[in-house]
């Protein structure tokens, strides 16, 4: 325990949370208690809450992790290309590629963000997770108005609406694929990866000037 009490604080707190993903991952965060994070982590029980006043503080920090995540997948997917179709059709695949690589931090990027901070109830986590959503829907609204600019958007599509429109919908088709992909390849007789392409590409019509490509 001396070697620990070495470590910095994150070091800690980054272990503690690693152990109770994957227990939030097997039994879910309700079925989840911190006796057995404590346990999985390998800390006592009483050491857990030095760097964790309870479990709500550990998802506050796992969801502020797989916001960063997610914005570090949407800012490569912007910056490779120039043209309007091949940037959206990167940011479609880097959600997919984020889903896949990192299912339940894509959930949880998914949660209720609070926004309220007029008060003293809310984690410090909670507020640098709302900052990391605006930073990423700055990149998309930024990525719109270029749309917009090329010609290649409508200019009466209002912008913070479409964005959000464009998260339910995309992180819809994602659980979508996800969750039934037997009932897409026998029922509808396409692969998980048709159907995507061609429910993004319905996305993309909504909004564009004239169909892509």
């Known amino acids: 325990m001396g070697r620990r009490k070495k470590e910095p604080s994150s070091v800690h707190r980054h272990n503690i949370a690693s152990a109770a993903q994957e227990l939030f991952m097997q039994k ?16 006592s ?32 997917a912007l910056e490779a290309n120039a043209y309007t179709k091949e940037r959206y059709d990167n940011i479609c695949q880097a959600l997919v590629t984020y889903q896949q ?6 959930r949880l990027a998914l949660s209720e ?21 605006e930073k990423i829907n700055d990149k998309i609204r930024c990525f719109i108005q270029d749309g917009i600019i090329m ?20 992180s819809g088709l994602i659980l979508t694929a996800e969750n039934k992909q037997a009932y897409i390849a026998q029922e ?26």
Do not use: C
């Open 113 to 133: 963000i609070n926004i309220d901070f007029t008060h003293a109830d809310f984690l410090p986590e909670e507020q640098e997770t709302f900052r990391v959503g």
């Open 45 to 76: 029980k009483a050491t857990l809450y030095v760097y964790f006043k309870n479990k709500e503080e550990i998802v506050g920090l796992l969801v502020l992790e797989s916001m960063e995540m997610l914005y570090d997948h949407i800012s490569d």
């Open 101 to 106: 690589e990192y299912p339940f931090y894509f």
């Open 151 to 170: 010609g290649d958007f409508r200019p009466d599509i209002p912008i913070l609406t479409t964005i959000f429109s464009f998260w339910g919908m995309m």
């Open 188 to 213: 509808i007789k396409i692969s998980r990866k048709d159907f995507l392409s061609y429910g993004f590409d319905a996305l993309y019509r909504a909004i564009a000037v004239r169909p892509a490509d």
């Open 28 to 43: 879910g965060i309700d079925g989840t208690s911190m006796n057995e994070i404590a346990q999985k982590s390998g800390y």
